[in-house]
């Protein structure tokens, strides 16, 4: 968990991240075998960024760098997965992922976020079904590489600093229905990152049984999706972290 901070924009301390590039090279080439294959859009801010990914193996289909060409080169190409960052040249990509998961659910998304203060656009992005959140800030130290392989084997990702923030800025819910005894272990193992099949082993029951017991929680917690009912999990004190060294 980061430190908290005054709400606005924390001023940047300079670090020298050389320590980190061992590190960065690995997660790099790490993230690169996991994108083989995977049929991906950029949607970025930055012309540089998407320079450096072009310049790798990962099968890109498309990359832009305003909301309107990003949803267009999702349209033409319907791809596995769009990498879209929050500030864009033009528009914004939470109205992007909004748009995509609204109109081409199946799309997975991955938004990097660089304005962690604005929390009320992440809870949009969460509303909305995206499939991983990830920091800007939190990219070099090992965060991207786990949000990415999360949202390609099919789970989400939410970093614990931007969880702890959202929750820490919104009243706890209280029109929640009830989870019965097994849907909180489900949702217990949720938290922890498990696949569904992973959870139908871990409770000896069929994939089937998990996936009614996954949708009896989104119904119940009034989420939109996964990521949606951990936060609204953790904040109701329905389950909690999963401890350092577990499964995550």
């Known amino acids: 968990m980061v430190a908290p901070h005054r709400w606005g924009v924390p001023a940047a301390a300079p670090v020298d991240l050389t320590p980190l590039l061992p590190q960065v090279r690995d997660d790099l080439s790490r993230g690169l075998a996991l994108l083989n294959g995977v049929r991906l859009v950029l949607c970025l801010g930055s012309r540089a960024q998407i320079t450096l990914l072009m310049g790798t193996p990962a099968r890109i289909l498309g990359a832009a760098t305003t909301a309107a060409e990003g949803f267009a080169q999702v349209r033409r190409h319907r791809p596995d997965l769009l990498l879209v960052s929050d500030r864009l040249q033009e528009g ?9 998961k609204a109109r081409h659910p199946e799309v997975r998304t991955l938004l990097v976020v660089s304005q962690e203060h604005r929390l009320a656009r992440i809870r949009q992005a969460l509303q909305a079904g995206c499939d991983g959140i990830v920091p800007e800030s939190r990219l070099l130290h090992g965060s991207g590489l786990q949000a990415l392989h999360a949202v390609l084997s099919g789970d989400l990702y939410l970093d614990r600093a931007l969880v702890g923030a959202v929750l820490a800025d919104q009243e706890p819910g209280g029109d929640a229905e009830p989870l019965s005894a097994r849907e909180r272990q489900v ?21 089937d049984t998990v996936k009614t017991h996954v949708r009896n929680v989104l119904l119940k917690l009034r989420a939109r999706g996964r990521i949606q009912a951990v936060v609204i999990g953790l904040q109701l004190g329905l389950v909690d972290w999963p401890r350092p060294g577990g499964n995550r």
């Open 187 to 207: 949702l217990e193992r949720v938290v922890q990152g498990l696949t569904n099949h992973e959870i139908a082993g871990e409770l000896m029951v069929s994939v």
């Open 92 to 100: 914004c990509g939470v109205d992007l992922v909004v748009q995509v």
